[in-house]
């Protein structure tokens, strides 16, 4: 009888800290959080949302941003111009910031184009969707990873890819 009443109040036992932990191992997704989310956008959640659970869900979902952020010598802000005039934020960085980050910022219209920066250097390169960023959020992400006293290092050619155009002489 003993030994029942025992094994009916292990079997308890563990069976609220399985629940307990099926609860505690919700997955990031089922929880609303993405794989891409850093902790500084857990830090920005906390400061408008005071749910302290949420917070701290957030903060077990999050990437840590590495200290070692590369270097870019040259970024390019590639848009439609359709969606240049319907997206207030981009137009506003382009006509009010661009020219902070000149000439190593280059803005580029070309039909179709979803916003986004592609940035290249000898750190390699890397593109960014900025869709839904506002002017400040580019401002930071540039000023974090464009190096504006980097040079380029000259492009060294071999002799086959050069070519010669000679201009027709009127004789």
Known sequence: MRLSALLLTLLAVCGTALAAQEKKELSCDELGFTAEASCSDCDTLEEFVKDEELVADCHNCCTRESTDVKKYSKAEL???????????????????????????????????????????????????????????????????????????????YKAKDVTYVMKNKKK
Not at 119 to 143: C, Q, Y
């Open 78 to 156: 590639i848009i439609d111009q359709w969606r240049y005039n319907s997206l207030p934020q981009i137009k506003d960085f382009v006509e009010k910031r661009a020219k902070a980050y000149e000439p190593a910022l280059k803005v580029t219209f070309a039909h179709g184009a979803s916003p986004k920066l592609r940035l290249s250097g000898s750190a390699g390169s890397e593109a960014v969707r900025i869709d839904n960023w506002k002017a400040a959020n580019i401002a930071e992400f540039l000023d974090e990873r464009l190096d504006l006293n980097a040079k380029d290092e000259p492009k060294k």
